[in-house]
């Protein structure tokens, strides 16, 4: 079947402009995670969501970020206000067991802050 | 808290020869480390983790907890090897205790 999916794959916003961020997970997957990959360095970890429920979202840097999965499939990630350190590829990957290591990747959404 | 160094941001080697990436890492518990590939124009995928202990494309790691090291190796680089590789560490639980290297780009010249 199709692999994770992430949409847009490019995203250009004025600085002060709210983006959102969709991520397709492999069907039947329950767990979803979203990164956050800055410029030269390994992703770092966003938020993490088990079917609907949000269990860890200890990683969002601030309020402007909110991230939810209402249904447990598609997630959102939403990004209010961005600003220029925003800039960043944001990865989501979903695994079928709650596991980390066993998650597959999306392509990523380039987010470039302007 | 976990932290993860990799200390070479870009590695060249020639065809053939041997190559080992660095991975260090701090942890106050015992934690799992693997190892992720992206290939150019792909998706990041697991390469290996060190509970399995399997070799995968010919790569080996071993966990060296007194070295606070999970270096990965190969005894013959092939040119197909090219690619950023992380190294990765788990925690005891999951989301913050997963926490990524900042990458090593591996060369592998004709």
């Known amino acids: 079947g199709a692999g994770v999916s992430q949409s847009p794959r490019y995203k250009v916003a004025k600085r002060g402009q709210d983006v959102a961020l969709r991520c397709d997970p492999i069907?039947?997957?329950?767990?979803l995670f979203w990164y956050q990959q800055a410029l030269g360095q390994g992703p770092e970890f966003l938020t993490y969501?088990?079917?609907?429920?949000?269990?860890?979202k200890s990683g969002l840097p601030s309020d402007r970020f909110f991230a939810e999965r209402p249904e447990g499939s598609v997630s959102t990630l939403k990004i209010q206000r961005t600003q220029q350190e925003d800039s960043a590829v944001y990865l989501c990957?979903?695994?079928?067991?709650?596991?980390?290591?066993?998650?597959?990747f999306g392509p990523g959404t380039r987010l470039t802050v302007t | 808290a976990q932290r993860v160094t990799q200390p070479e941001k870009l590695l060249s080697v020639f065809k053939g020869a041997p190559v080992e990436l660095k991975c260090n890492y701090s942890?106050?518990?015992?934690?799992?480390l693997f190892w992720y590939v992206q290939y150019s124009r792909q998706r990041l995928q697991l390469l290996l983790r060190?509970?399995s202990r399997e070799s995968i494309k010919g790569f080996t790691a071993d966990l060296n907890k007194g070295e606070t090291s999970f270096h990965l190796k190969k005894p013959f680089a092939q040119e197909e090897d090219s690619a950023m590789y992380y190294c990765?560490?788990?925690?005891?639980?999951?989301?913050?205790?997963?926490?990524f290297g900042p990458g090593t780009r591996l060369s592998v010249l004709p």
């Open positions: 069907s039947g997957h329950v767990s």
């Open positions: 990957a979903s695994s079928s067991t709650g596991q980390p290591y066993e998650q597959y």
């Open positions: 990765a560490l788990s925690g005891r639980n999951y989301g913050q205790n997963f926490v």
């Open positions: 942890y106050s518990g015992s934690p799992e």
């Open positions: 969501f088990q079917n609907e429920a949000q269990l860890d």
């Open positions: 060190h509970i």
